[in-house]
């Protein structure tokens, strides 16, 4: 996936979306907008960044599930079986980029699937339908004729913390380096 | 000036039952390894507290997984460790290990109650490497954590096994002094015993202060993250639990207790092995609660 953070408005619609979609309880989400605030009047910049799982190349969840609920699927997409988590939470501990939670009621954990019940029906995932200005684009990064894999190559992109080493699958345009870090105000 | 206006922090993936689960196997593991000194490694001066450590090693890690019971999300669901196998996960190792381990506690306690010599060397022998396992595993659930520069260091297994050892010793020197003074019938203290354990303790505290030093300045040097985990440690939230605690009334306070010939009575002594096991306890929560302490994203 690539999002294309010139086009975001910090609407939120993606994250209602994937609420409804997947039924979501209160309290998580599986796919979520940070906003951050920076400068001061008049140079003043609001930044966005949508987070959602980056169903890495290399993910570090995989290696750590001790009973395989964690898997990818042939076409790269990570998933997490109900039926065999046990909800150690081990996943929650190795992931980078924190966007694995307990499922409140059924007490196991889980994710962003990108949708792979839609994605299966030849649906986009419910956040790239939804999107209102059209920043996320879905499709297939090795398949040089789709969307996403011309703007991956013919933008300068970026992804969340390159520097793990899980190549992870969702592309930034315009990433404002300082909505990734988890350092708030007052510290620079 | 940076504000972050919205964002979503999920639950904290480890918390105190996974500290104390990691307190409890450290206890065991080292309890162990202390109880084999006389019947592994024929240091007969060790022989009285065989009995104890073998049983507080097997009653402390029977209690030690139902903290983990408590901590998973769905503890009925445990079978599933045995039936989906991923060797290159830390928790897979685990599951074995928690299995094989207290039985094998159980048949070389079982050897040493029937004065077996010859059985009761050949399961401690098979059980000093489960023992360090058992233990070490946990450091490498930790050090495997990826996302957080505190936990994910190679130090991780070697700290853990060091620490284990040394509260093992504390809670042998603990629970001797009380069965020798409460529960005997001339009520009198084994005070030479008591003394060996306690050098020996106080060896294994020297070099876990070093290895907690070699971690935090090695941290400090690190990444944006770890430069951040090292100065919480030592001037954020966790400043009074990790100097105050752990390493002042924890590891350096009973160190001197111990090597001070002026300072150094048997009463003293336990004393010492208290805040030894005391310190080691707040040791596993600093570290647990001080990894995930700050948000990732």
Redesign the interface.
């Known amino acids: 996936m690539i999002i294309d953070l010139r086009r975001c408005i910090g609407c939120h619609t993606c994250e209602v979306a994937c609420k409804m979609e997947n039924r979501v309880p209160l309290g998580v989400w599986p796919a979520w907008v940070k906003q951050i605030e920076k400068g001061s009047y008049p140079n003043v910049r609001r930044s966005f960044l949508p987070l959602l799982c980056d169903h890495c190349d290399n993910p570090s969840c995989l290696t750590a599930c001790p009973t395989n609920a964690t898997f990818k699927r042939k076409d790269g997409i990570v998933i997490i079986d109900p039926h065999t988590c046990i909800g150690c939470r081990y996943c929650m501990m190795v992931c980078p980029y924190a966007v694995r939670y307990v499922h409140p009621i059924q007490k196991i954990v889980q994710k962003c699937s990108f949708c792979s019940h839609r994605v299966d029906a030849g649906l986009k995932p419910a956040c790239v339908e939804a999107c209102a200005t059209g920043a996320r684009v879905f499709g297939n990064l090795l398949d040089p004729r789709e969307e996403v894999a011309i703007l991956r190559i013919t933008h300068p992109v970026q992804t969340i913390k390159p520097e793990y080493g899980t190549h992870p699958n969702i592309y930034y345009i315009g990433l404002d380096k300082d909505a990734v870090s988890s350092v708030a105000k007052g510290k620079r | ?11 904290k ?2 918390g105190i039952f996974i500290a104390i689960y990691f307190y409890l196997t450290g206890i065991s593991a080292g309890s162990f390894i202390l109880s084999t000194l006389a019947y592994v490694f024929g240091q007969t001066k060790f022989k009285p507290i065989g009995r104890i450590a073998v049983i507080l090693a097997t009653v402390v890690l029977i209690i030690a997984p139902l903290a ?1 019971l408590i ?5 009925f ?2 079978w ?2 045995f ?4 060797f ?2 830390p ?2 190792w ?2 074995f290990l928690l299995t094989f381990y207290p039985i094998n506690c159980i048949i070389y306690g079982y050897f040493i109650f029937k004065n077996n010599a010859k059985m009761t060397k050949l399961f401690g022998i098979i059980g000093i490497p489960l023992a360090i396992a058992v233990h070490g595993y946990c450091g490498f ?2 050090g ?5 520069h505190l ?1 994910n260091t190679a130090l991780m297994p070697t700290l853990f096994l060091v620490s284990a050892i040394v509260s093992g010793i504390a809670l042998v020197i603990f629970v001797v002094y009380i069965k020798d003074r409460f529960f005997s019938q001339d009520g009198k203290v084994r005070e030479e015993l008591i003394l060996d354990l306690a050098k020996l303790m106080g060896g294994f505290l020297l070099l876990d202060l070093f290895l907690v030093l070699s971690e935090v300045l090695i941290l400090l040097a690190g ?1 944006e993250g770890a430069m ?1 985990a090292g100065w919480l440690l030592l001037t954020g939230k966790f400043a009074i639990p990790f100097l105050g605690i752990e390493n002042g009334l924890g590891k350096i306070l009973p160190a001197f207790l111990i090597f001070s010939p002026r300072l150094r009575t048997t009463n003293r002594l336990l004393w010492a092995s208290f805040l030894v096991m005391f310190g080691i306890f707040f040791m596993r929560f600093v570290v647990v609660l001080a990894g ?1 302490y ?4």
């Open positions: 000036m940076i504000e972050i206006l919205y964002n979503v922090e999920h639950q993936a480890a983990l901590h998973v999300g769905r503890p669901r445990a599933r460790l039936y989906n196998i991923n290159a996960s928790i897979s685990g599951s659930i930790l495997f954590a990826k996302a957080r936990w990444s951040e995930e700050y948000p990732l994203i």
